[in-house]
């Protein structure tokens, strides 16, 4: 992911962490984890973090469903 505050001249903060889900689809808790330690080293206020998070949620459990339809329609 890649985060620029606004209104700075701070350069991008690019950030890498391991996706890992659960069967159904969900971040898995070791993710969340590694999310939140890696936006709160570089000092993304907890209130960001936890939107960020809950938008990366968002955005994996929507894929992982389109993905899955996908695969059962063309299984039809």
Do not use: C, W
Not at 3 to 18: C, G, N, Y
Not at 23 to 49: K, P, Q, R, W
């Amino acid at each position: 992911m890649k985060i620029k505050r606004p209104m700075t001249q701070q350069t991008e903060i690019v950030i890498s962490v391991a996706l890992h889900t659960s069967n159904n689809g969900h971040l898995s808790n070791a993710t969340v984890s590694n999310m939140e330690y890696m936006l709160e080293y570089h000092e993304i206020g907890f209130d960001s973090v936890m939107e960020i998070i809950e938008q990366t949620l968002q955005e994996i459990y929507y894929s992982a469903r389109d993905l899955a339809r996908e695969i059962f329609v063309a299984n039809i």
